[in-house]
């Protein structure tokens, strides 16, 4: 007969397929925009390109956040199957908001803010890892993101521009193109995976291993991570069938106009530096925010600072991304207290 423990796992699961699809919806679109809108890739084929890429990723290159993310912040022998579905369920529902906006929004802020929530409840904050590295990356990457493609838009992009305008139909007649941006799309799926998959699959590992006791802990979960991929990997080419295209929408058209090339450029820089932290740091970041920070730098490069900074879409990224960390905080503080009081943790 099966264990009831195993049962009691489908719970977490649920809810980190939950936040998977909602984590796809911010991240599918933008790694697929500039293939999709050359016609270079079907619809239908976006998710499944996306999941497999995803998947690899988190393989190959996702080790370090997952380990992060699962014992990093908060003491990891507390991730109990209750407190970890309430620390996945506070990061889905706050970035659903922020996809009901359709404002792209950090997936990994919410994560680590939601694990902090109980950490501090139970004064097992790590505050190390939390506020020397994590927190100072969140604020610098960006701007690097930002410096860069700027510098890219005024002094190589603008005067390229001026000799010769690549549009989407264009590409369809150059093969080198076509190539070059099909790649950069899978180049930021697979960017994406080496990441935010952690946001669920550490807490899961950490669960497993508290829950069924593993005593070989370290040799084990790096094994309960790859399972903890197959299952939730899918679920991000799920999302961009229900969110991707108004947060795509967003991001690209109502800041500033954009071309293939100029996006296959942002999710080179972009992907590049989510990919590097991933690997050489562990650090949890955001792609949607280093892919924002790019683009608004190339519409300063175009249009001018002014012009971009003062456009209500930008204002209203600064209340999202601030609210949607705090509000997944608060959540998952408040039901942890409710479930302390009740006594199921």
Not at 140 to 169: D, Q, W
């Amino acid at each position: 007969m099966l264990d009831p423990i195993y049962g009691q796992l489908v719970l977490p699961f649920v809810i980190a397929l939950f936040l998977a699809i909602n984590m796809g919806g911010s991240g599918t679109s933008p790694a697929f925009s500039a293939a999709y809108g050359a016609n270079l890739i079907p619809r239908g084929l976006i998710p499944g390109l996306f999941g497999i890429m995803v998947f690899v990723g988190a393989v190959v290159a996702g080790k370090g956040v997952a380990l992060t993310m699962g014992k990093g912040i908060i003491n990891p022998d507390l991730l109990t199957i209750t407190l970890t579905s309430i620390i996945l369920l506070s990061v889905a529902l706050s970035l659903l908001m922020a996809n009901l906006l359709g404002i792209p929004q950090s997936t990994s802020q919410s994560t680590v803010f939601a694990l902090a929530g109980p950490a501090v409840y139970f004064d097992q904050l790590q505050t190390h890892k939390l506020f020397i590295e994590i927190i100072p990356t969140w604020f610098v990457l960006p701007i690097i993101a930002f410096l860069i493609t700027y510098a890219a838009g005024r002094y190589i992009y603008t005067p390229m521009r001026k000799r010769s305008r690549y549009e989407f139909e264009q590409i369809k007649h150059h093969p080198a193109l076509q190539v070059i941006v099909i790649l950069s799309s899978l180049y930021v799926a697979f960017a994406i995976g080496s990441n935010n998959v952690a946001n669920a699959s550490g807490p899961i590992a950490s669960m497993v291993i508290n829950e069924l006791n593993i005593t070989d802990e370290h040799k084990n979960f790096n094994l309960i991570v790859v399972l903890s991929i197959l299952v939730i990997a899918p679920a991000f080419g799920m999302g961009s069938s229900f969110f991707g295209h108004k947060v795509v929408r967003t991001t690209g058209k109502e800041i500033v106009e954009f071309g293939p090339l100029s996006a296959t450029v942002i999710a080179f820089i972009t992907a590049s530096l989510l990919l590097a932290v991933s690997i050489f740091k562990g650090i949890p970041a955001s792609l949607v925010q280093l892919n924002t920070g790019a683009i608004l730098a190339i519409g300063c490069a175009k249009l001018g600072w002014k012009e971009i900074f003062s456009r209500n879409s930008v204002k209203k990224f600064w209340v999202v991304w601030i609210a949607a960390p705090i509000l997944a905080f608060v959540m998952s503080l408040v039901m942890t207290w409710i479930a302390d009081k009740m006594g199921i943790l």
